[in-house]
Antibody
Framework: EVQLVQSGAEVKKPGESLKISCKAT????????IAWVRQMPGKGLEWMGIIYPSDSDTRYSPSFQGQVTISADKSISTAYLQWSSLKASDTAMYYC???????????WGQGTLVTVSS | DIQMTQSPSTLSASVGDRVTITCRASHSINNWLAWYQQKPGKAPNLLIY???ILQSGVPSRFSGSGSGTQFTLTISSLQPDDFATYYCQQYDSYSLLTFGGGTKVEIK
């Protein structure tokens, strides 16, 4: 069974760094793209970027380029999303998603709620 | 960049109604269009991919159609479990996989 299990909710202060994770099981992690999607409170879905774990090919939405870093560790089938300096506007739910060429975003993690507040 | 325009943003309907949601792409995306359903507090769930193929386990009252730049999601007979928010997403280009703005289906 394919599962994406994300790390738990985080409460941080502005300016702090953060790395959240997404552990994949039930399929060959290396050979499927993993994307990250942001959902701000009461708002729609925003696609942030995507990584292909096999060769670490990474693409970012222009809206998120330079704001976050997406990475993956093939040895433990885990993808990451990180910030070097959080802002209050980063408060949101973040989903990791397996993306397949034919079927699109077919499996979603449960989401990680990030709250940034002083 | 490909923009996805979804309409309406809100839809009020009754159980048993036929419901149609539209998604328009700013450029041709061939058939690389998916539809997702999201319920409050939950992750989205894939309903339809490649514009018209029903994901395994999704009820047959859901259907998708279209190609190029114009796509529709139809619910043939709205059920109580279908009140949710629906999103389209283009996946023609892996440089930017854009979502539509969402359509909230509410009880009339």
């Amino acid at each position: 069974e394919v599962q994406l299990v994300q790390s738990g909710a985080e409460v941080k202060k502005p300016g702090e760094s953060l790395k959240i994770s997404c552990k994949a099981t039930g399929y060959s992690f290396m050979f499927y793209w993993i994307a990250w999607v942001r959902q701000m409170p009461g708002k729609g879905l925003e696609w942030m970027g995507i990584i292909y774990p096999s060769d670490s090919d990474t693409r970012y939405s222009p809206s998120f380029q330079g704001q976050v870093t997406i990475s993956a560790d093939k040895s433990i089938s885990t993808a990451y999303l990180q910030w070097s300096s959080l802002k209050a506007s980063d408060t949101a739910m973040y989903y990791c998603v397996r993306h397949e060429a034919d079927t699109g975003s077919d499996y979603w993690g449960q989401g990680t709620l990030v709250t940034v507040s002083s | 960049d490909i923009q996805m325009t979804q309409s309406p943003s809100t839809l009020s309907a009754s159980v048993g109604d036929r419901v149609t949601i539209t998604c328009r792409a700013s450029h041709s995306i061939n058939n690389w269009l998916a539809w997702y359903q999201q319920k409050p507090g939950k992750a989205p769930n894939l309903l339809i991919y490649k514009a018209s193929i029903l994901q395994s386990g999704v009820p047959s009252r859901f259907s998708g159609s279209g190609s190029g730049t114009q796509f529709t999601l139809t619910i043939s007979s709205l059920q109580p479990d279908d009140f949710a928010t629906y999103y389209c997403q283009q996946y023609d280009s892996y440089s930017l996989l854009t979502f539509g703005g969402g359509t909230k289906v509410e009880i009339k």
